[in-house]
């Protein structure tokens, strides 16, 4: 007992728990089929992913692809639409979550059927190609009760496990949602000035103010209606076409007004405050155009800086992309350096 209770009896003591525990763990894991890192792929097999399919058990849900079209470029699409991707977040799934996977615990005997009814019901099933070869297939499951893990499910293994990346406090599925809305990049514009052939910009409430610049390498010229600009820098045209490089909308969920289509058309009717038009040198069109906001109960200040009340937001603007029939809400700190008018560029 004297041995048990001095200081090195007590830690060869917690040592030998230690390794009992474990051996009981991975008694039980053995049992699963599944070892500690199975559910992680390292970098070298990352690189080699080129299409990732998201599909929940509930079919009600849809199902979303996601497809490398270059070098870190990624689109995604629902079998109805398709749109450009938020790079990063794939890269984050590719670069950080993957490698880190690692099994906690498998779900214990008590808790197993439930678990396994649940996920039948509501997990989501993730399969990451290279080509047509599926090189990992995953069902990944609800949080654990804590919020510190996830259920995940391998193929082959006879129950569900507790899966984490260690240091990491949260869950995983928010990874792997079928909203295709959440997967769309927030950029809008983004165009390095050697891919920009001519950009047209329109003003219909001032038309006189609307200009077009053609881009032939180091020289640039600008045009109204009226004739060529002639008393505007070659470096100034150029320092503005410089300015089309990721140029985003505010992220997050859809715009509230996409969901109403009586304010929607009020917001048409108004009409175009500040047209965009895009050839890229490999005759790639892109259309930007962007509506005044009404003053909303969302609006922070209803009032301009000298205390008169405004019809529409001073700061954010409404815009649509290639026409498409859903807005994007746009900060006028990011457009701003692109909402020019002709008498901009003129040299006093």
């Not at 990346?165 to 928010?174: D, R, S, V």
């Not at 004739?227 to 985003?248: H, Q």
């Not at 405004?310 to 350096?337: C, G, H, M, P």
Request: charged share 25%.
């Amino acid at each position: 007992m004297s041995f048990i209770k001095s200081k090195i009896g007590k830690r060869i003591l917690f040592i030998l728990i230690l390794g009992l525990a474990a051996l009981i763990f991975w008694k039980n894991t053995d049992s699963t089929g599944v070892g500690l890192d199975d559910f992680k792929m390292l970098p070298e097999q990352t690189k080699k992913i080129d299409k990732i399919f998201i599909s929940p058990n509930d079919a009600d849900k849809g199902y979303i692809i996601l497809t490398k079209v270059a070098q870190d470029k990624w689109n995604v699409t629902n079998g109805k639409e398709s749109y450009p991707t938020d790079t990063q977040y794939v890269t984050r799934i590719l670069n950080w979550l993957l490698p880190r996977l690692q099994v906690k615990n498998p779900v214990n005997d008590a808790a197993v059927k439930y678990i396994e009814r649940d996920m039948a019901l509501n997990a989501t099933k993730v399969v990451f190609y290279e080509g047509e070869d599926a090189l990992k297939t995953i069902f990944v499951g609800g949080g654990t009760s804590d919020g510190y893990a996830t259920h995940m499910y391998l193929p082959g293994s006879d129950r569900p496990c507790v899966v984490e990346i260690p240091g990491f406090a949260g869950t995983l599925n928010i990874y792997f949602n079928t909203d295709i809305n959440n997967w769309k990049t927030t950029v809008l514009i983004d165009y390095p000035i050697h891919e920009i052939a001519t950009l047209e910009v329109d003003w219909p409430f001032t038309p006189e103010q609307s200009f077009v610049i053609s881009n032939k390498g180091e020289n640039a010229s600008m045009r109204t209606k009226a004739g060529p600009v002639k008393n505007v820098s070659n470096n100034t045209i150029l320092t503005y076409l410089n300015m089309f490089r990721k140029l985003s909308r505010e992220s997050g969920a859809t715009v509230g007004i996409n969901t109403n289509p009586k304010a929607k058309s009020e917001v048409l009717k108004g009409g175009i405050l500040f047209h965009l038009k895009i050839t890229s040198t490999k005759g790639i069109v892109e259309n930007l155009d962007v509506y005044r906001r009404p003053v909303s109960t969302e609006t922070y200040s209803l009032s301009d800086k000298v205390g008169k009340l405004k019809d529409f937001e001073t700061d954010s603007y409404f815009a649509r992309l290639n026409n498409d029939s859903e807005f994007y809400v746009i900060q006028d700190i990011v457009f701003d350096k692109i909402m020019k008018q002709a008498k901009d560029f003129v040299r006093e």
